[in-house]
């Protein structure tokens, strides 16, 4: 008597489906037993920068300074007021002193390290101040400004300031954009991993003052809208002794950059227009190329960052969809669900259009994208220093909690998108830089005065510049 025995087969996708699964799993948890070998990186402060009263830069200054440049016809006029009142930078952000006193026309040398000098140094000596670390126990420096490179260098004047010792490494990073802090993290991150015990100074800022753009192409006028003066020191250190006085551990960081596709390298750079005026040009292209660099990101980061299970869903719910829905470069984070792996989001406040763009590609809400929202309004597009308003902001309303976990997300010239996870050490709540104004956030509207005195600016056809 024969019997037929019956095989059971099953459809190859799901068994390659599965089998994915368990090599994310032991890959993760391979990767999780080497990350405890490795040296920590610990925050133990920042502070960031708040310029003096006089060098308030309202929209009513900024008028001023725009009927100044007598290269200017009425429709760049319009132009350059719609875009100050619609940009969502509120009326106390601060401006470079040549630029308050009139002296755009003609920087100096002198006025570009004098507009360094100060800002550096005053964040340095309150952030020596609050730790209690000397300048001679620093053993690491790292001091960022993209549009401005003396020599001898600004980490060397920092030296020079502080007698700090001979034998410290000292980096000086230039041209990096506005996600040069992240990358200048990285760079403290993998020099600690030959240093014991190590302390690490890292400064970010931008030299406004020197690059005000004269000229009157409105793609590299934009710039003087949304940039303003600011910056940011921070302190660092690998030593596990020290992490009960940690503000925040280092858990990911992730760096993307596309500079090898023409459009995303140039959609924000600096260059000369056709009458010799230097600037920084933004394109209508720097939208897309956010979104392209956040999405490969975000492709690295997240199964870092989220759980196993979040993952699982969104491999399931993405196959599923495949066959129905067109993904786009706009859609780079639709169906994620970011806050089962991280509790805030630290968002780079370059520009109203961005945040919200960043807000709608990963679903976000208002509560989310309330701080990058609140830093832009009250300092402006600070370009590398501007992430640390945003996480001041955060700190000053109390949200910061032991054991929460913030996402922070940059982006800058290059394109580059630099992405890091951190983890708050312990409750926080200093009121930091936003001492004087923190009670009055978030405001009950933030539309611009500006727009109703002035009623012509209100051109319908240059709508478009909301998105730069």
């Not at 755009?104 to 507009?115: F, N």
């Not at 000369?272 to 040009?281: A, I, N």
């Not at 056809?461 to 998105?467: G, N």
């Amino acid at each position: 008597m024969c019997t037929t025995s019956k095989t059971l087969f099953l459809p190859i996708e799901p068994i390659m489906i599965l089998i994915c699964i368990l090599l994310f799993i032991i890959l993760r948890l391979c990767k999780l037993f080497f990350l405890k070998r490795e040296p920590c990186c610990y925050m133990l402060a920042y502070e960031c920068y708040k310029a003096p009263e006089d060098r308030k830069l309202d929209t009513g200054t900024s008028a001023k300074i725009v009927f100044r440049n007598k290269n200017l016809g009425i429709e760049e006029y319009r132009f350059l007021l719609r875009t100050i009142a619609c940009s969502g930078i509120g009326e106390e952000t601060y401006g470079p002193v040549n630029v308050i006193s009139g002296q755009e026309d003609s920087p100096t040398l002198k006025d570009s390290i004098s507009e360094m000098d100060v800002l550096i140094f005053d964040t340095l000596d309150k952030l020596f101040a609050k730790t209690g670390i000397f300048p001679s126990e620093i053993d690491i420096l790292v001091v960022n400004v993209s549009l401005f490179s003396p020599a001898p260098s600004l980490a060397a004047r920092v030296v020079n300031r502080y007698r700090m010792r001979s034998d410290i490494k000292t980096f000086n990073l230039s041209g990096m954009g506005c996600s040069a802090s992240v990358v200048s993290i990285d760079l403290v991150q993998h020099l600690f991993k030959s240093s014991k015990n190590a302390f690490a100074v890292v400064v970010s800022t931008e030299s406004i003052g020197a690059n005000w753009y004269r000229g009157k192409e409105k793609s590299m006028m934009l710039s003087n809208c949304l940039f303003r003066s600011g910056g940011c020191s921070m302190l660092f250190t690998n030593n596990s002794a020290l992490k009960r006085r940690a503000m925040f551990k280092l858990k990911h960081l992730v760096r993307t950059h596309l500079g090898s596709k023409d459009e995303p390298y140039g959609c924000c750079m600096q260059t000369v227009d056709d009458l010799g005026y230097k600037g920084f040009l933004l394109t209508k292209s720097l939208k897309n190329s956010a979104a392209q660099a956040l999405s490969l990101n975000l492709r690295v980061l997240a199964p870092k960052m989220l759980p196993v299970s979040e993952l699982i869903r969104y491999v399931y719910v993405s196959h599923r969809e495949k066959k129905t829905k067109s993904t786009s470069r706009r859609e780079m984070g639709a169906g994620l669900n970011l806050k089962t792996g991280v509790d805030h989001l630290c968002i780079h406040p370059g520009g109203r259009a961005i945040i919200d763009e960043v807000g709608k590609s990963l679903g976000l809400d208002d509560y989310d994208l309330e701080p990058a929202r609140m830093a832009l309004h009250r300092f402006g597009n600070t370009s590398a220093g501007g992430l640390w308003y945003v996480l001041g902001y955060m700190e000053a309303k109390k949200r910061l909690k032991k054991g929460n976990k913030i996402l922070m997300i940059s982006l800058g010239a290059g394109f580059k998108c630099n992405n890091c996870v951190w983890e708050v050490m312990r409750d926080l709540g200093d009121v930091n830089v936003w001492k004087d104004s923190i009670d009055q956030y978030p405001p009950e509207t933030v539309v611009n005065p500006f727009i109703e005195k002035l009623s012509w600016i209100n051109d319908e056809h240059l709508s478009f510049v909301r998105f730069h």
